[in-house]
C-alpha cells in the first residue's frame, strides 16, 4: 500500500464519517460537494462532526480516493469505515431511508 493509499486508509477507519470532497463543509467549491453536505444535513448530521478532506488540496489524495475505492467521482462519502458512494447515490438512499439506517448504525 502506496504512503497516499495509507494515508487515505487511516482517514476512511479513524473516522465515523469521511467525506472526500471539494472544499470544506462551510465552503464547498463544487455543487456535488455542497449537495452531500445538505444530504448529511437533512439526516441529522452534524457538519462540525464530519472528516471532510479537502481534495483541491492535495492531488496524491485526489487521484488516490478513487484508486482506493474504484470509483471515478468526488464527493466520496465513507460511513464507520465502509465507502458509501458519490453524491447521487446519497441522495438515493436518503430518499429510500438508507442512509439514515447506515449512519446511524442500524444497517
Request: glycine share 10%.
Amino acid at each position: 500500500m502506496s504512503d497516499t493509499q495509507q494515508r487515505i486508509d487511516e482517514l476512511v477507519k479513524g473516522n465515523d464519517i469521511t467525506l472526500f470532497m471539494k472544499g470544506s463543509a462551510s465552503f464547498p467549491m463544487c455543487g456535488f460537494s455542497g449537495r452531500a453536505i445538505q444530504i448529511l444535513k437533512a439526516v441529522g448530521v452534524d457538519p462540525k462532526t464530519v472528516k471532510t478532506v479537502n481534495v483541491l488540496d492535495d492531488a496524491e489524495i485526489r487521484q488516490g480516493i478513487k484508486e482506493y475505492s474504484n470509483w471515478p467521482t468526488i464527493p466520496q462519502l465513507y460511513v464507520k469505515g465502509e465507502f458509501i458512494g458519490g453524491s447521487d447515490i446519497m441522495m438515493e438512499m436518503y430518499e429510500s431511508g438508507e442512509l439514515q439506517q447506515v449512519i446511524n448504525g442500524k444497517a
